[in-house]
C-alpha cells in the first residue's frame, strides 16, 4: 500500500514569491493535514481537510491557504513569502469513519528554503 | 503556536542503555500519540495511547499515558544504533475527524560509540 507521497521533495524560492506544495494521502484516506516544522516553533498545525472542505485551521495568517480535490489530494499555497516561511512542510492523511480518526500517517514533507 | 513540554531536550547513551522521556501538558489530552523522526524524513507513529493510565508496548518501547491525562511516558530499553533520531510526543484532544495534533518539542537521541 503506496504511502503519504508530498512533492516536491525540496523547493527553492524567493522572498515575495508564492509556492504550491502537493500532497497524495494513502488510498482510501479522506483527511489530510499539514504542518509546518522549523526548528524554533516544532511542529504546528496549519490546516485539515476532510472530503474538499477545510475543517480546522491552525493560527496562521491568511498567506498560507489549501484546498483538497475529490480524489483527497491535497495542495497548500502560500504567497508572497517571507524567509520565516523556510521550514519543512509536512502532509499527514487519516482514515476517517464517521466522528473517529483512526491515526494520521505523515509524508517525508516538501523541504522549503526562502532566500 | 503551543508546544507541549518534552524532557530531556537530548540525551547522548550507549548503546545497551535503557531511555526514559516524558512529555507534560498544562490542559488534559485524550488521546497521546509517540513518534520517531529520522533526519529528512517525516514523522513516523510508534506508539498510540488512548485510555489514562493505558500502558503499551511496541517491541523494545513501552509509553504510558498519565492518569491525570496531562502527561505521557516513553520508555525504550536495550537501545540499538537505529534507535537514534528525534522522538516526538503529540496529543490530541479528542478522536474527533478534524482535531489537530499539539506536539512535544523533541528529545533528541544519540548514541555514543
Known amino acids: 500500500k503506496a504511502g503519504v507521497t508530498q512533492t516536491p521533495r525540496y523547493l527553492i524560492k524567493t522572498r515575495g514569491q508564492q509556492v504550491t506544495l502537493s500532497c497524495s494521502p494513502i488510498?482510501?484516506?479522506?483527511?489530510v493535514s499539514w504542518y509546518q516544522q522549523t526548528p524554533g516553533q516544532g511542529l504546528q498545525f496549519l490546516f485539515e481537510?476532510?472530503?474538499?472542505?477545510?475543517?480546522n485551521k491552525g493560527n496562521f495568517p491568511g498567506r498560507f491557504s489549501g484546498r483538497q480535490f475529490s480524489n483527497s489530494r491535497s495542495e497548500m499555497n502560500v504567497s508572497t513569502l517571507e524567509l520565516g516561511d523556510s521550514a519543512l512542510y509536512l502532509c499527514?492523511?487519516?482514515?476517517?469513519?464517521?466522528?473517529?480518526?483512526?491515526?494520521?500517517?505523515f509524508g517525508s514533507g516538501t523541504r522549503l528554503t526562502v532566500v | 503556536g503551543q508546544q507541549l513540554n518534552q524532557s530531556p531536550q537530548s540525551m547522548f547513551i550507549q548503546e545497551g542503555e535503557d531511555v526514559s522521556m516524558n512529555c507534560t501538558s498544562s490542559s488534559i489530552f485524550n488521546t497521546w500519540l509517540w513518534y520517531k523522526q529520522d533526519p529528512g524524513e517525516g514523522p513516523v507513529l510508534l506508539i498510540a495511547l488512548y485510555k489514562a493510565g493505558e500502558l503499551t508496548s511496541n517491541g523494545r518501547l513501552t509509553a504510558q499515558f498519565g492518569i491525570t491525562r496531562k502527561d505521557s511516558f516513553l520508555n525504550i530499553s536495550a537501545s540499538i544504533p537505529s534507535d537514534v533520531g528525534i522522538y516526538f510526543c503529540a496529543g490530541r484532544r479528542s478522536n474527533f475527524g478534524n482535531e489537530k495534533l499539539t506536539f512535544g518539542t523533541g528529545t533528541r537521541l544519540t548514541i555514543i560509540p
Open positions: 488510498s482510501g484516506h479522506r483527511s
Open positions: 499527514a492523511s487519516s482514515l476517517v469513519s464517521g466522528a473517529t480518526n483512526y491515526g494520521y500517517t
Open positions: 481537510y476532510f472530503s474538499e472542505t477545510q475543517r
